[in-house]
């Protein structure tokens, strides 16, 4: 049984720094792709940053590049998602998923996920 568990959620400032974290259980983390992403009340769930299997190739939406990280601990079947000059705009319930193939590259579309965090959320105040 595959489960996700985001933590790391707040309440926080323009311009501060937060770390998500993703702890995964079930077999075979290495052999997945790992996403981020969030949504906001009313909008579909977008694309935030995605790792491959072996943290070797990493993505971002253009909203978030050059501000956010994403990395992953094998070993400790974990992800996170380094998030940095945050602003108002990153307010949203960020969701940790996990591929549904056991591809070489990052997945970026929610119709290649094949399981779901719960979610934390962020709100950011200006």
């Known amino acids: 049984q595959v489960q996700l568990v985001e933590t790391g959620g707040g309440l926080l400032q323009a311009g501060d720094s937060l770390r998500l974290s993703c702890a995964f259980s079930?077999?075979?983390?290495?052999?997945?792709?790992m996403t981020w992403f969030r949504q906001v009340p009313g909008e579909l769930r977008e694309f935030v940053a995605g790792?491959?299997?072996?943290?070797?190739?990493?993505g971002y939406a253009n909203s978030v590049k050059g501000r956010f990280t994403v990395s992953r601990d094998n070993a400790k079947n974990t992800v996170i998602l380094q998030m940095d000059s945050i602003k108002p705009e990153d307010t949203a319930v960020y969701y940790c998923?996990?591929?549904?193939?056991?591809?070489?590259?990052?997945?970026?579309?929610?119709?290649?996920?094949?399981?779901w965090g719960k979610g934390t959320r962020i709100t950011v105040s200006s």
């Open positions: 079930g077999r075979s983390f290495s052999s997945y792709a």
């Open positions: 998923a996990r591929a549904m193939y056991t591809s070489t590259s990052y997945i970026t579309d929610r119709g290649g996920i094949a399981y």
């Open positions: 790792i491959s299997r072996d943290g070797g190739s990493t």
